[in-house]
């Protein structure tokens, strides 16, 4: 079984950085893409950054120009940097795997979230 552990996350004040990291175990190969996402109440689960096993990396908008996406050094692994954390910031991130090159062979995976809280 393939197994996705978040951690890092926690209660904040505004202004500070925090570091979360997800650990892919178990049965996984060829890995795609590792990326995070993050849910607050009453809003969709929205994409936070991604990056690809080629190093491509997409941030979110919101985001853009205040967190960092990278692999660790094992490559199952995959750290999200945040700086300047805002209220808003305040929701449950979730780590998503994403495994396969063919279209066919492809399966997702998801973690069980870590909340970060970030208080004013």
């Known amino acids: 079984q393939v197994h996705l552990v978040e951690s890092g996350g926690g209660l904040v004040h505004v202004g500070v950085s925090l570091r979360l990291s997800c650990l892919a175990s178990?049965?996984?190969?060829?890995?795609?893409?590792m990326a995070w996402y993050r849910q607050s109440p009453g809003k969709e689960r929205e994409m936070v950054a991604s990056i690809t096993n080629r190093g491509r990396i997409n941030y979110a908008p919101s985001m853009k120009g205040r967190c960092t996406i990278s692999r660790g050094d094992v490559e199952s692994t995959v750290i999200l940097r945040m700086n300047s954390l805002k209220p808003e910031d305040t929701a449950v991130y979730y780590c998503?795997?994403?495994?396969?090159?063919?279209?066919?062979?492809?399966?997702?995976?998801w973690g069980q979230g870590t909340q970060v809280t970030v208080s004013s």
């Open positions: 998503h795997v994403v495994s396969g090159f063919i279209v066919e062979a492809i399966h997702y995976y």
């Open positions: 178990g049965s996984i190969h060829e890995i795609n893409t």
